[in-house]
């Protein structure tokens, strides 16, 4: 039988190797958002939680490699292929069954359009951790301004309950705070 906490240890230990510092953390909030959004999630959507960004830890590839930041849209689709792939190959190795391997392929696929419910909460609790939590690491690694097309694509992404939340909560850091205030006003 699969052992869900080696597999877990398996995805954090990879994440740790990516270079964006706040990955593996960010990783511990996805699965926190996903069960407080679905307390009833299954194993499957909990490790698609935990591994949507491994892609980063394997391959090194960062949005600050990319050049346009029009072509985010096919970025992060070939960042969701990626991770799928590569979270597919640890569940397997481990010894999950078919079905899981599948649905987890998928909801990684999906975690940046999202399209089905189970999709549409990874999608939103990957949207609230960066809220929570990235929103730092994101201006330390791509300047303020790319922070603020990345806030505001964070944003037009998430459900309105999603958006409520992210209306709630409070930045310690002021700046912060502000920068996504403005950046979500922008949006109309």
């Given amino acids: 039988m699969p052992d869900f906490q080696e597999v877990r240890r398996e995805i954090s230990e990879i994440l740790k190797k990516s270079p964006i510092d706040f990955d593996p953390q960010h990783s511990e909030l996805v699965l926190k958002w996903v069960l407080q959004l679905k307390p009833d999630a299954d194993e499957a959507l909990q490790i698609a939680a935990l591994a949507h960004d491994i892609d980063r830890g394997v391959t090194g590839i960062i949005e600050r490699d990319l050049k346009d930041y029009s072509k985010i849209a096919e970025f992060k689709k070939?960042?969701?292929?990626?991770?799928?792939?590569?979270?597919s190959e640890i569940l397997a190795r481990h010894g999950y069954r078919e079905e899981v391997i599948s649905k987890v392929n998928t909801l990684v696929k999906k975690h940046e359009e999202g399209g089905d419910y189970e999709s549409d909460v990874l999608k939103d609790a990957d949207s609230l951790a960066f809220f929570e939590y990235n929103i730092p690491g994101y201006i330390k690694y791509c300047g303020e301004e790319r922070a603020k097309g990345k806030i505001q694509f964070m944003y037009v992404r998430m459900s309105p309950n999603a958006r409520s939340i992210v209306g709630a909560m409070v930045h310690e850091d002021k700046k912060i705070g502000d920068?996504?205030?403005?950046?979500i006003s922008e949006l109309g």
């Fill in 179 to 183: 920068l996504v205030k403005n950046a």
């Fill in 78 to 87: 070939a960042h969701a292929m990626r991770s799928a792939k590569f979270t």
